[in-house]
C-alpha cells in the first residue's frame, strides 16, 4: 500500500480541519445544551416544503424536515445518508479492493474535486503527466498549482501505455506525482480506454509511484455491450482517486460529484473543501438522496441505462449527417459520450476558422486546439457536442461546415 503522507502538498500537510467544521461533523442531534455552531435557526427559513416532479410523473417530496436539512450547514464530506447510497453504489458498481480502508468526499461538482486533489497532492514543480489532449478547464485548475504538465501521447484508443513508459523514463526534473486521466468517452475525443490499457496504465503507475486521477463523469455514456473497470476496480496499492459527477446524468446545475479514494486521502482532500467551499449544496444532496432511497440501486442504473441509450441515439443520427455531409473532408471514430471529435483533411489548424468563419454563419462549435496544453499550437481538429442536437440542426450545421471547410480547401490551394 502506499505511504500516504508522503504524497501530500506543503499546503496540505500544513492544513488541518478548521475547528467550527470538526465540530459541525462531530456535533449529535441528542446534544441538548448545543451553543457552539453558527447554524442560523431552520425555523426561520423562508422553505417549508417543496416536492419535485420526476419524468416519469412520480412526486418526489421534500418534507418539512428534509427541507430543514437541505437549506442547513452540513458535514464537509456530505450528509451521512448520501454518503451511505454512493458508498454503497461504488462498493456494487466497481468491487474496489480494500473498500473498508476507502473514504468518500462530496463536492460542488468535478471541477472542485480536481481543484480540491490538485491541491492536496501538487506542489510548484511536481510532474502532472496528462494526455496531449484533455479536459481544457483541467490544465486551468493545474496552472493554480504551479504544477509542472507533462504530456502523453495519445491515438484513437486514448493514452497509450507505451508513450506514458517513455514520457516517466525521460522526465527528470520534478517529482513525479499524478496522472489525469479521464478513462471512459473522453473529453474531447470520446474514446474510451480499453481494459487492458487501464491494467497496463495501472501497472505503470505503480512502479513508478504515481497516484492516478480517475476523472469519470461520462461513465454511464459507454455504449459498447460491457462497460470497463473503474481504475478503482484495479486498486490494490490504494494509488486511485476516482472522480464522479452527477453533472453529465442529473444535471449540471445541481453541482454535486464525488471522491473515492483511500480514507487518509479524502480525510486530507475534506480540508482542503472546508477551506474553500465548507461543503457541496445541501439542498442537492438532499434531493439525489432521496432520489437514490426511491430508486433503489438497480432504479437508478435503469434511469441511467434509459438516459444513455437516448444519447446514442443521438450519436447515431449525428454520425450519419457528418457521413452524409463530411466524408472525404473529415475523419472521425464511433465514439462515446456526446462528442464527436472531427479531424479535418488538409488543413494544418483551423482554429481561426472555427473562430471566425464559423460563428460569422451561426455555427457555434470548438476548436481542437483549446484541448491543449498549448493553444496557440496548430490543431486539425473539432469538437462537436451532440447532446441536444436534432437531425434538422445536424444536417443544416455539417452542410455549414462543409461549406465553409471547401472554401479554406481552395483559399489554402490559391495560397500555395
Ligand atoms: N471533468 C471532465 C472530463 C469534464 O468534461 C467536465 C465537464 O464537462 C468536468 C470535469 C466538470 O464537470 P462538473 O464540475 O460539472 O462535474
Redesign the pocket.
Known sequence: MVIHGSYFSAIARRLTMPFLSRLRSASKASTVYNLSSGLPDPELFPFKEASFVLQSGEVLPLTQHLIEKAFQYSPTNGIPELVKHLTDFTAKLFAPPHMSERGLAIT???????HAVLHTFVDPGDCVFVPET??S??FSTLETTEGKPVIVGKDRYGLRPDLLRDTLERSSSGRRKLLYI?PNA??PTGSTLTKERRQEIYDIACVYDLLIVE????FFLQYGSQTHPSFLSLDTAGRVLR?D????ILG?GL???YITADKHFTDKICTLIAAVTIHASSLSQVVVSELLDRCGYEGFMKVTRDISLKYLEKRDMVTQAASKHLSGLCEWVETDGMFLWLKVLGLEDVTEMVNHTCRERNLLVVPGSIFQLDATQPSPYIRINFAMITPEIADKAFQILSDIIREELRKEELER
Open positions: 460542488a461538482g468535478g471541477q472542485a474535486a480536481l484533455t479536459y478547464s483541467f479521464i473522453d473529453n476523472d469519470d463523469p461520462y472522480i459527477s452527477f453533472s453529465k449540471p453541482r454535486l460529484g
